[in-house]
Antibody
Framework: EVKLEESGGGLVQPGGSMKLSCVAS????????MNWVRQSPEKGLEWVAE??????????HYAESVKGRFTISRDDSKSSVYLQMNNLRAEDTGIYYC?????????????WGQGTLVTVSA | DVVMTQTPLSLPVSLGDQASISCRSS???????????LHWYLQKPGQSPKLLIY???NRFSGVPDRFSGSGSGTYFTLKISRVEAEDLGVYFC?????????FGSGTKLEIK
């Protein structure tokens, strides 16, 4: 069974930093691209970032709204993907989901974690 | 970015009824590969979204056959043939033809 478990959310002040983690199980992690998707009442569901495989030189892609502030990374030895978030803004508030696509190049989100809540507020 | 517009925002139904949700995209979702990357998700209260339908009409593993998807180009439909209590929640359409991937704002299926 595929499982994705996020952690690291909480309350942070505007301009602050936070690092989210996601541990995966039930599949060969190193074989799959991984993504972060967030959800807020104001913006709904929003794709945030993607990281590809070692064979793709761990290529990354970001939504324009987070480019330059967020960094996605992975540790295949720990079956984990991370999202380092810097210079956080109020509009970054939301539930952050770790997601795995159906397959590489098959970019629909077949598996989701339970999410971790990030609140950016003074 | 491709804008995904869902209608209606709220859909009151009686159990056993058929339900239909529409999704329109601001650009054609036909990829250069010839595939159309339009997908449907269901988010039940307190849960994360779950994949129902991928590439317009393909049911994901374990999804009952009362769910069906159709459409082409910029107009798509999700139908539920006989609504059951477990189907209640918010339905989202999403596209992955164009980057960034985008989602509709959701349609809440609720009991009449």
């Amino acid at each position: 069974e595929v499982k994705l478990e996020e952690s690291g959310g909480g309350l942070v002040q505007p301009g602050g930093s936070m690092k989210l983690s996601c541990v995966a199980s039930g599949f060969t992690f190193s074989n799959y691209w991984m993504n972060w998707v967030r959800q807020s009442p104001e913006k709904g569901l929003e794709w945030v970032a993607e990281i590809r495989l070692k064979s793709n030189n761990y290529a990354t892609h970001y939504a324009e709204s987070v480019k330059g502030r967020f960094t996605i990374s992975r540790d295949d030895s720990k079956s984990s993907v991370y999202l380092q978030m810097n210079n956080l803004r109020a509009e970054d508030t939301g539930i952050y989901y770790c997601t795995r696509p159906y397959g590489n190049y098959a970019l629909w989100f077949a598996y989701w974690g339970q999410g971790t809540l990030v609140t950016v507020s003074a | 970015d491709v804008v995904m517009t869902q209608t209606p925002l709220s859909l009151p139904v009686s159990l056993g009824d058929q339900a239909s949700i529409s999704c329109r995209s601001s650009q054609s979702l036909v990829h250069s590969s010839g595939n159309t990357y339009l997908h449907w998700y269901l988010q039940k209260p307190g849960q994360s979204p779950k994949l129902l339908i991928y590439k317009v009409s393909n049911r994901f593993s374990g999804v009952p056959d009362r769910f069906s998807g159709s459409g082409s180009g910029t107009y798509f439909t999700l139908k539920i043939s006989r609504v059951e209590a477990e189907d209640l929640g918010v339905y989202f359409c999403s596209q992955s033809t164009h980057v960034p991937f985008t989602f509709g704002s959701g349609t809440k299926l609720e009991i009449k």
